[in-house]
């Protein structure tokens, strides 16, 4: 019996847009090769809590060309490259009046995660929500899906995690949660069906 489900932030509960890397790259004529030494870097050091993006960005942002406030460059970047999945906030909240608990994990820095959590009110949509920035460990570690499981106090077979990343999947089905690869609503439908 699936007593909770999880789900992924980009990909699965907000729409993936490609990456804002190439996206930023594209739309100020900067070579995505001066963008990515910070997301191999710096960023994921800030989705693991260990630092702060307004400060590691201060670092890059002129070499970028981008001319005004490290505050503007991340509301340009949120509000473009953040938009909820209105398909699946629907089933969860379909899911959650059938008295299924819904629970967000994501790979975010704290403020996207804040951005998420109050600009698009994901703070009102799912029960709780779990961010790497918060546990310090990122999906690609069993340490995330380890505190998650401590806090939910529930077994793992009675969890059901949905993410786009087979690699996140994989680490959560070894510690006997189970997982569904998300194409489309349609794989959330067919799960919650069976259960």
């Not at 999945?85 to 967000?104: H, P, S, T």
């Not at 820095?109 to 460990?137: M, P, S, T, V």
């Not at 690609?140 to 806090?151: C, D």
């Amino acid at each position: 019996m699936i007593k909770a489900i999880l789900l992924d932030g980009d990909g699965v509960t907000l729409v993936k847009q490609g990456y804002f890397s190439d996206k930023y790259a594209r739309e100020y004529g900067v070579p995505v090769e001066k963008i990515m030494p910070f997301f191999k870097n710096e960023f994921k050091t800030c989705q693991l809590g260990k630092a702060d993006m307004k400060e590691e960005l201060a670092k890059y942002l002129s070499k970028w060309g981008w001319k005004e406030s490290t505050e503007n460059f991340l509301q340009y970047w949120f509000t473009g490259d953040t938009l909820p999945n209105e398909a699946v906030i629907n089933k969860i909240q379909e899911l959650r009046f059938a008295g299924v608990k819904c629970y967000l994990v994501t790979d975010q820095e704290k403020y996207r995660a804040g951005y998420i959590l109050e600009q698009l009110e994901f703070n009102k949509k799912f029960d709780d929500c779990f961010f790497a920035f918060e546990l310090g460990y990122s999906k690609t570690m069993p340490e995330f899906f380890n505190v998650v499981l401590k806090k939910l106090d529930l077994k793992p077979e009675e969890i059901m995690f949905f993410d786009d990343e087979e690699e996140d999947l994989r680490i959560a089905a070894r510690l006997g949660i189970r997982t569904k690869l998300y194409r489309d609503l349609e794989d959330i439908n067919i799960v919650m069906n069976l259960r």
